[in-house]
């Protein structure tokens, strides 16, 4: 077909396939993938690649490209691979994702192949097995060390720029790629400032691809295409969500990434105090804001612990009440904090009917956002605020929230519930000390 193409001679092919073979023939994935979406022969060095990263927008195929990569190296596709690769790591951001999006999904691993090529999934063994004797086994980047252990010929990593853990899942990954005498692994990801993501795209023995989500326009909703192109594109946010670009933070951010991949460790100490705060949305409905939700711990010595981002999306009163009432629990927390600039008494009446044995504190703001976040970004300079994992959209936030806030002029939701979490924690006077607890 590339030849006919190149001699203009495409159309004329095509004219004269029956409907049948032009319908087999638009199934397979070399005739339609696009050129971002196919394997580079070599890297840069002129050697073969280590590392191949496809850095996309949102929809804009990296799943499809990932799973057809992975079904042609099982199946020893020439183009591909000379033979079957017997041992591939399927890691995605959390075990469901790798189910449901890189296996299951309407792009994933079993919807590439065809009914006879078709691999069988072993829920409970976590592996997709093919009749080659091929084996992919699903890790999840919340347990690194899972992949100590297991060894593979290549390795598919799906959105790496949203892993908990992103370093110790990638290091453990490499020491596991060895069998062969060509170990790679595809990274498919939205990309993010990340230090690792930097560090792999600048790496001599990868390769990088880009794919923009209106090149993917034939396979999405055309509602989709109007709407979110038409609000975001030229954006920050769309220039990273839509065009796979890499933006780095805001020069006048209050935070930096390398600040806060200085403030990540694994887990928290025992906590003397742990609050839940929510920043509610002041209206409902799917063009309402965010409703933000975080929670925070101090430990004896004063350091914090940001623990969880639950930040809902368009959610009405009733569900974020119940979402934030269902963290405090969970993490046995001595209070929440709501801010009620925009919900008044509403906020607390929602709050109580979920349940009226939890303790609110109410905040008010007299402050601009700016003021506020300020003095908390000034704890994560000391080195005063840890981050427990990793918390990818509330790091975005984060290092885009500037003097005039976040570049695309939404509402940072997710930080406002961080600074109503920090500055009841330690910008406050202290209420009495309740018992110390693990979390």
């Not at 097995?129 to 799906?158: K, T």
């Amino acid at each position: 077909m590339s030849a006919c193409a190149a001699q203009g001679r495409l159309n004329e092919t095509l004219e004269g396939l029956s409907a049948r073979e032009l319908a087999r023939l638009l199934d397979e994935w070399e005739f339609v993938a696009r050129r971002d979406q196919w394997p580079p022969h070599l890297a840069a060095s002129g050697a073969p690649w280590r590392t191949w990263l496809i850095l996309g927008g949102r929809g804009a195929g990296k799943t499809r490209a990932g799973a057809e990569w992975v079904k042609a190296l099982a199946l020893g596709r020439a183009q591909f691979s000379m033979r079957s690769l017997g041992r591939i790591a399927l890691v995605g951001e959390t075990a469901a994702d790798v189910r449901e999006v890189m296996v299951e999904g309407v792009s994933g691993l079993l919807a590439v192949h065809s009914p006879r090529e078709r691999p069988r999934w072993e829920t409970t063994r976590k592996r997709v097995v093919w009749e080659s004797g091929a084996v992919a086994q699903a890790f999840s980047a919340e347990d690194p060390e899972s992949l100590r252990g297991p060894q593979f010929h290549a390795a598919w990593c799906d959105e790496l720029a949203k892993w908990r853990y992103a370093r110790e899942t990638w290091d453990m990954l490499q020491f596991g790629l060895r069998l062969g005498d060509w170990p790679r692994q595809l990274v498919t990801t939205t990309p993010r400032p990340l230090p690792l993501l930097k560090e792999l795209i600048a790496h001599p023995a990868s390769v990088v691809t880009r794919a923009l989500t209106c090149e993917n326009a034939a396979n999405l909703a055309p509602s989709f295409l109007e709407s979110v192109v038409a609000q975001y594109a030229g954006t920050r946010l769309g220039r990273q969500e839509l065009d796979g670009e890499i933006l780095d933070e805001r020069k006048d951010a209050l935070w930096t990434r390398d600040m806060l991949e200085r403030a990540r460790v694994h887990e928290a100490p025992p906590l003397k105090r742990i609050v839940v705060a929510v920043d509610p949305p002041a209206s409902s409905g799917k063009r309402a804001d965010n409703c933000g939700l975080v929670a925070a711990g101090i430990k004896e010595a004063g350091t914090l612990y940001v623990l969880a981002d639950a930040t809902l999306s368009a959610a009405r009163p009733a569900q974020w009440a119940r979402a934030a009432i269902a963290l405090y629990h969970k993490l046995s927390a001595d209070a929440l904090v709501a801010e009620v600039n925009q919900g008044g008494e509403m906020v607390r009446a929602v709050l109580n009917e979920a349940d009226a044995s939890v303790p609110v504190t109410m905040a008010r703001a007299t402050r601009g956002k700016y003021l506020r976040a300020a003095p908390v970004a000034q704890l994560y300079e000391q080195g005063r605020v840890k981050h427990v994992g990793a918390f990818p959209a509330l790091e975005d936030e984060m290092c885009d929230f500037g003097a005039d806030e976040l570049s695309s002029g939404r509402s940072p939701d997710r930080l406002d519930a961080l600074v109503w979490a920090i500055t009841a924690l330690a910008l406050t006077p202290k209420a009495p000390e309740p018992r110390m607890r693990r979390v």
